[in-house]
C-alpha cells in the first residue's frame, strides 16, 4: 500500500516537472495538475497538503541529486580544478537534462508562492557556493595554489556563471543549453583561477 502512494507522489511531482517544462512562463494550477495527473485535486491533496509542498518535493529531488554526486566527486577527486569542473558540468549538465526545474532554480516559476520556496533555493544556491569555496580554500592547503582573486570572489564568480547558465536557458524557453559552449568557455576560464606559491 505504502509502495502505490509513494509512486501516486512521484507520478505528480513528474507530472508538476513536465509542466513547467511545457508551459514556460506559465503558473501551473493544482487544476491543471489534478488534469495532467488523472486525478480530483483531492486526490492530489491526500498527497500533498499543499502545492508549496509539491514544489518542496522538486526541490528535494534536485538538493539530493547535486548534493550526492557532489559529495561523490568531493570524496574521489584530488585535483582541485577538476573537482571545480566536474561540480560545474554537474550542475550545468543536471538543468541541461531538467528543464523544468530550472524554472524553479531561478525562481521564475515561484512568483506568488510562499517565500519559504525562494528561501530555500536561496540556501541551495548557498550551498553550492560553500562547496565552491571549501574546495578553492584547499587548493592552497594540499596543491600551493591560491584563487588569482580571493576565496571568496572566486567562488562567488564561479557561481554566478552557473546561474546565468541556468537563467539563459530559461529565459530562451529551452534553447541556449547550459552546457552550449561551455568546453570552450571553461578551457579560458580554467587557467586563469589559481596561481602555483612562487
Known sequence: MTTKKSDRRTEILQ???GMLESSPGARITTAALAKEVGVSEAALYRHFPSKAKMFEGLIEFIEET???RINRIVQDEN??????EMILFLTLSFAEQNPGMCRLLTADALAGETERLRVRIAQLFDRIETQLRQIIREAELKQSLRPVMGTTACANYLLA?????I???VRT???TKPLQ???EQWQVIAP???VGHA
Open 15 to 17: 507530472a508538476l516537472a
Open 173 to 175: 524557453e529551452y534553447k
Open 66 to 68: 547535486l548534493f550526492t
Open 192 to 194: 586563469t583561477l589559481m
Open 79 to 84: 585535483d582541485i580544478n577538476l573537482r571545480l
Open 181 to 183: 559552449n561551455w568546453q
Open 167 to 169: 537563467r539563459q536557458y
Open 161 to 165: 556563471l552557473l546561474e546565468g547558465k
